[in-house]
């Protein structure tokens, strides 16, 4: 196979390995502990192991995927994912759970050129019963589901 190296790939792995090698630096003054007593630091090095190892495997891939260049950087998606982690951020104790993820999925939809109602509104759908499964039903997160419940 010859190689035809995609800057966008070899860039992105590169980051998520920098991005778990710093979180795995910062993650060694926590308690690993064994897997059958797991530490506060065990589950962070997993995952910060798997963010490392599928680093590789796209820097990897990108050797071979076809070359295509690092387009011109717009801070506008950034900005408006930002904003919407913080307006959840900020609304999740007052407007509880599910207004809050609302909101967040309202607003990070912004960043799309193009917004689909119909899929902004199944996303929303997806994101609150996974979620509600997943931190008040599984992790038995004690949290305002809507804005006049506790």
Request: with cysteine; glycine share 10%.
């Amino acid at each position: 196979m010859k190689l035809k190296p995609d800057a966008q790939d070899i860039f992105a792995g590169v980051m998520f390995i920098a991005f778990a090698a710093l979180m795995l630096w910062l993650n060694a003054a926590h308690p690993i502990g064994t897997p059958r007593r797991m530490g506060p630091g065990y589950m962070p090095m997993l995952a910060f192991y798997i963010l490392g190892g599928l680093g590789v495997a796209i820097i990897i891939g990108g050797l071979w995927s076809g070359a295509n260049a690092i387009g011109r950087f717009t801070w506008r998606f950034v900005a408006v994912i930002l904003a919407a982690m913080i307006a959840f951020a900020f609304s999740v104790e007052r407007l509880g759970f599910v207004v809050s993820i609302v909101v967040c999925v309202v607003i990070a939809s912004l960043a799309e050129k193009k917004i689909l109602p119909l899929r902004v509104a199944g996303l929303v759908a997806f994101l609150l019963a996974l979620c509600y499964v997943l931190f008040i039903g599984y992790l038995d997160i004690r949290i305002r589901v809507f804005p006049w419940s506790y």
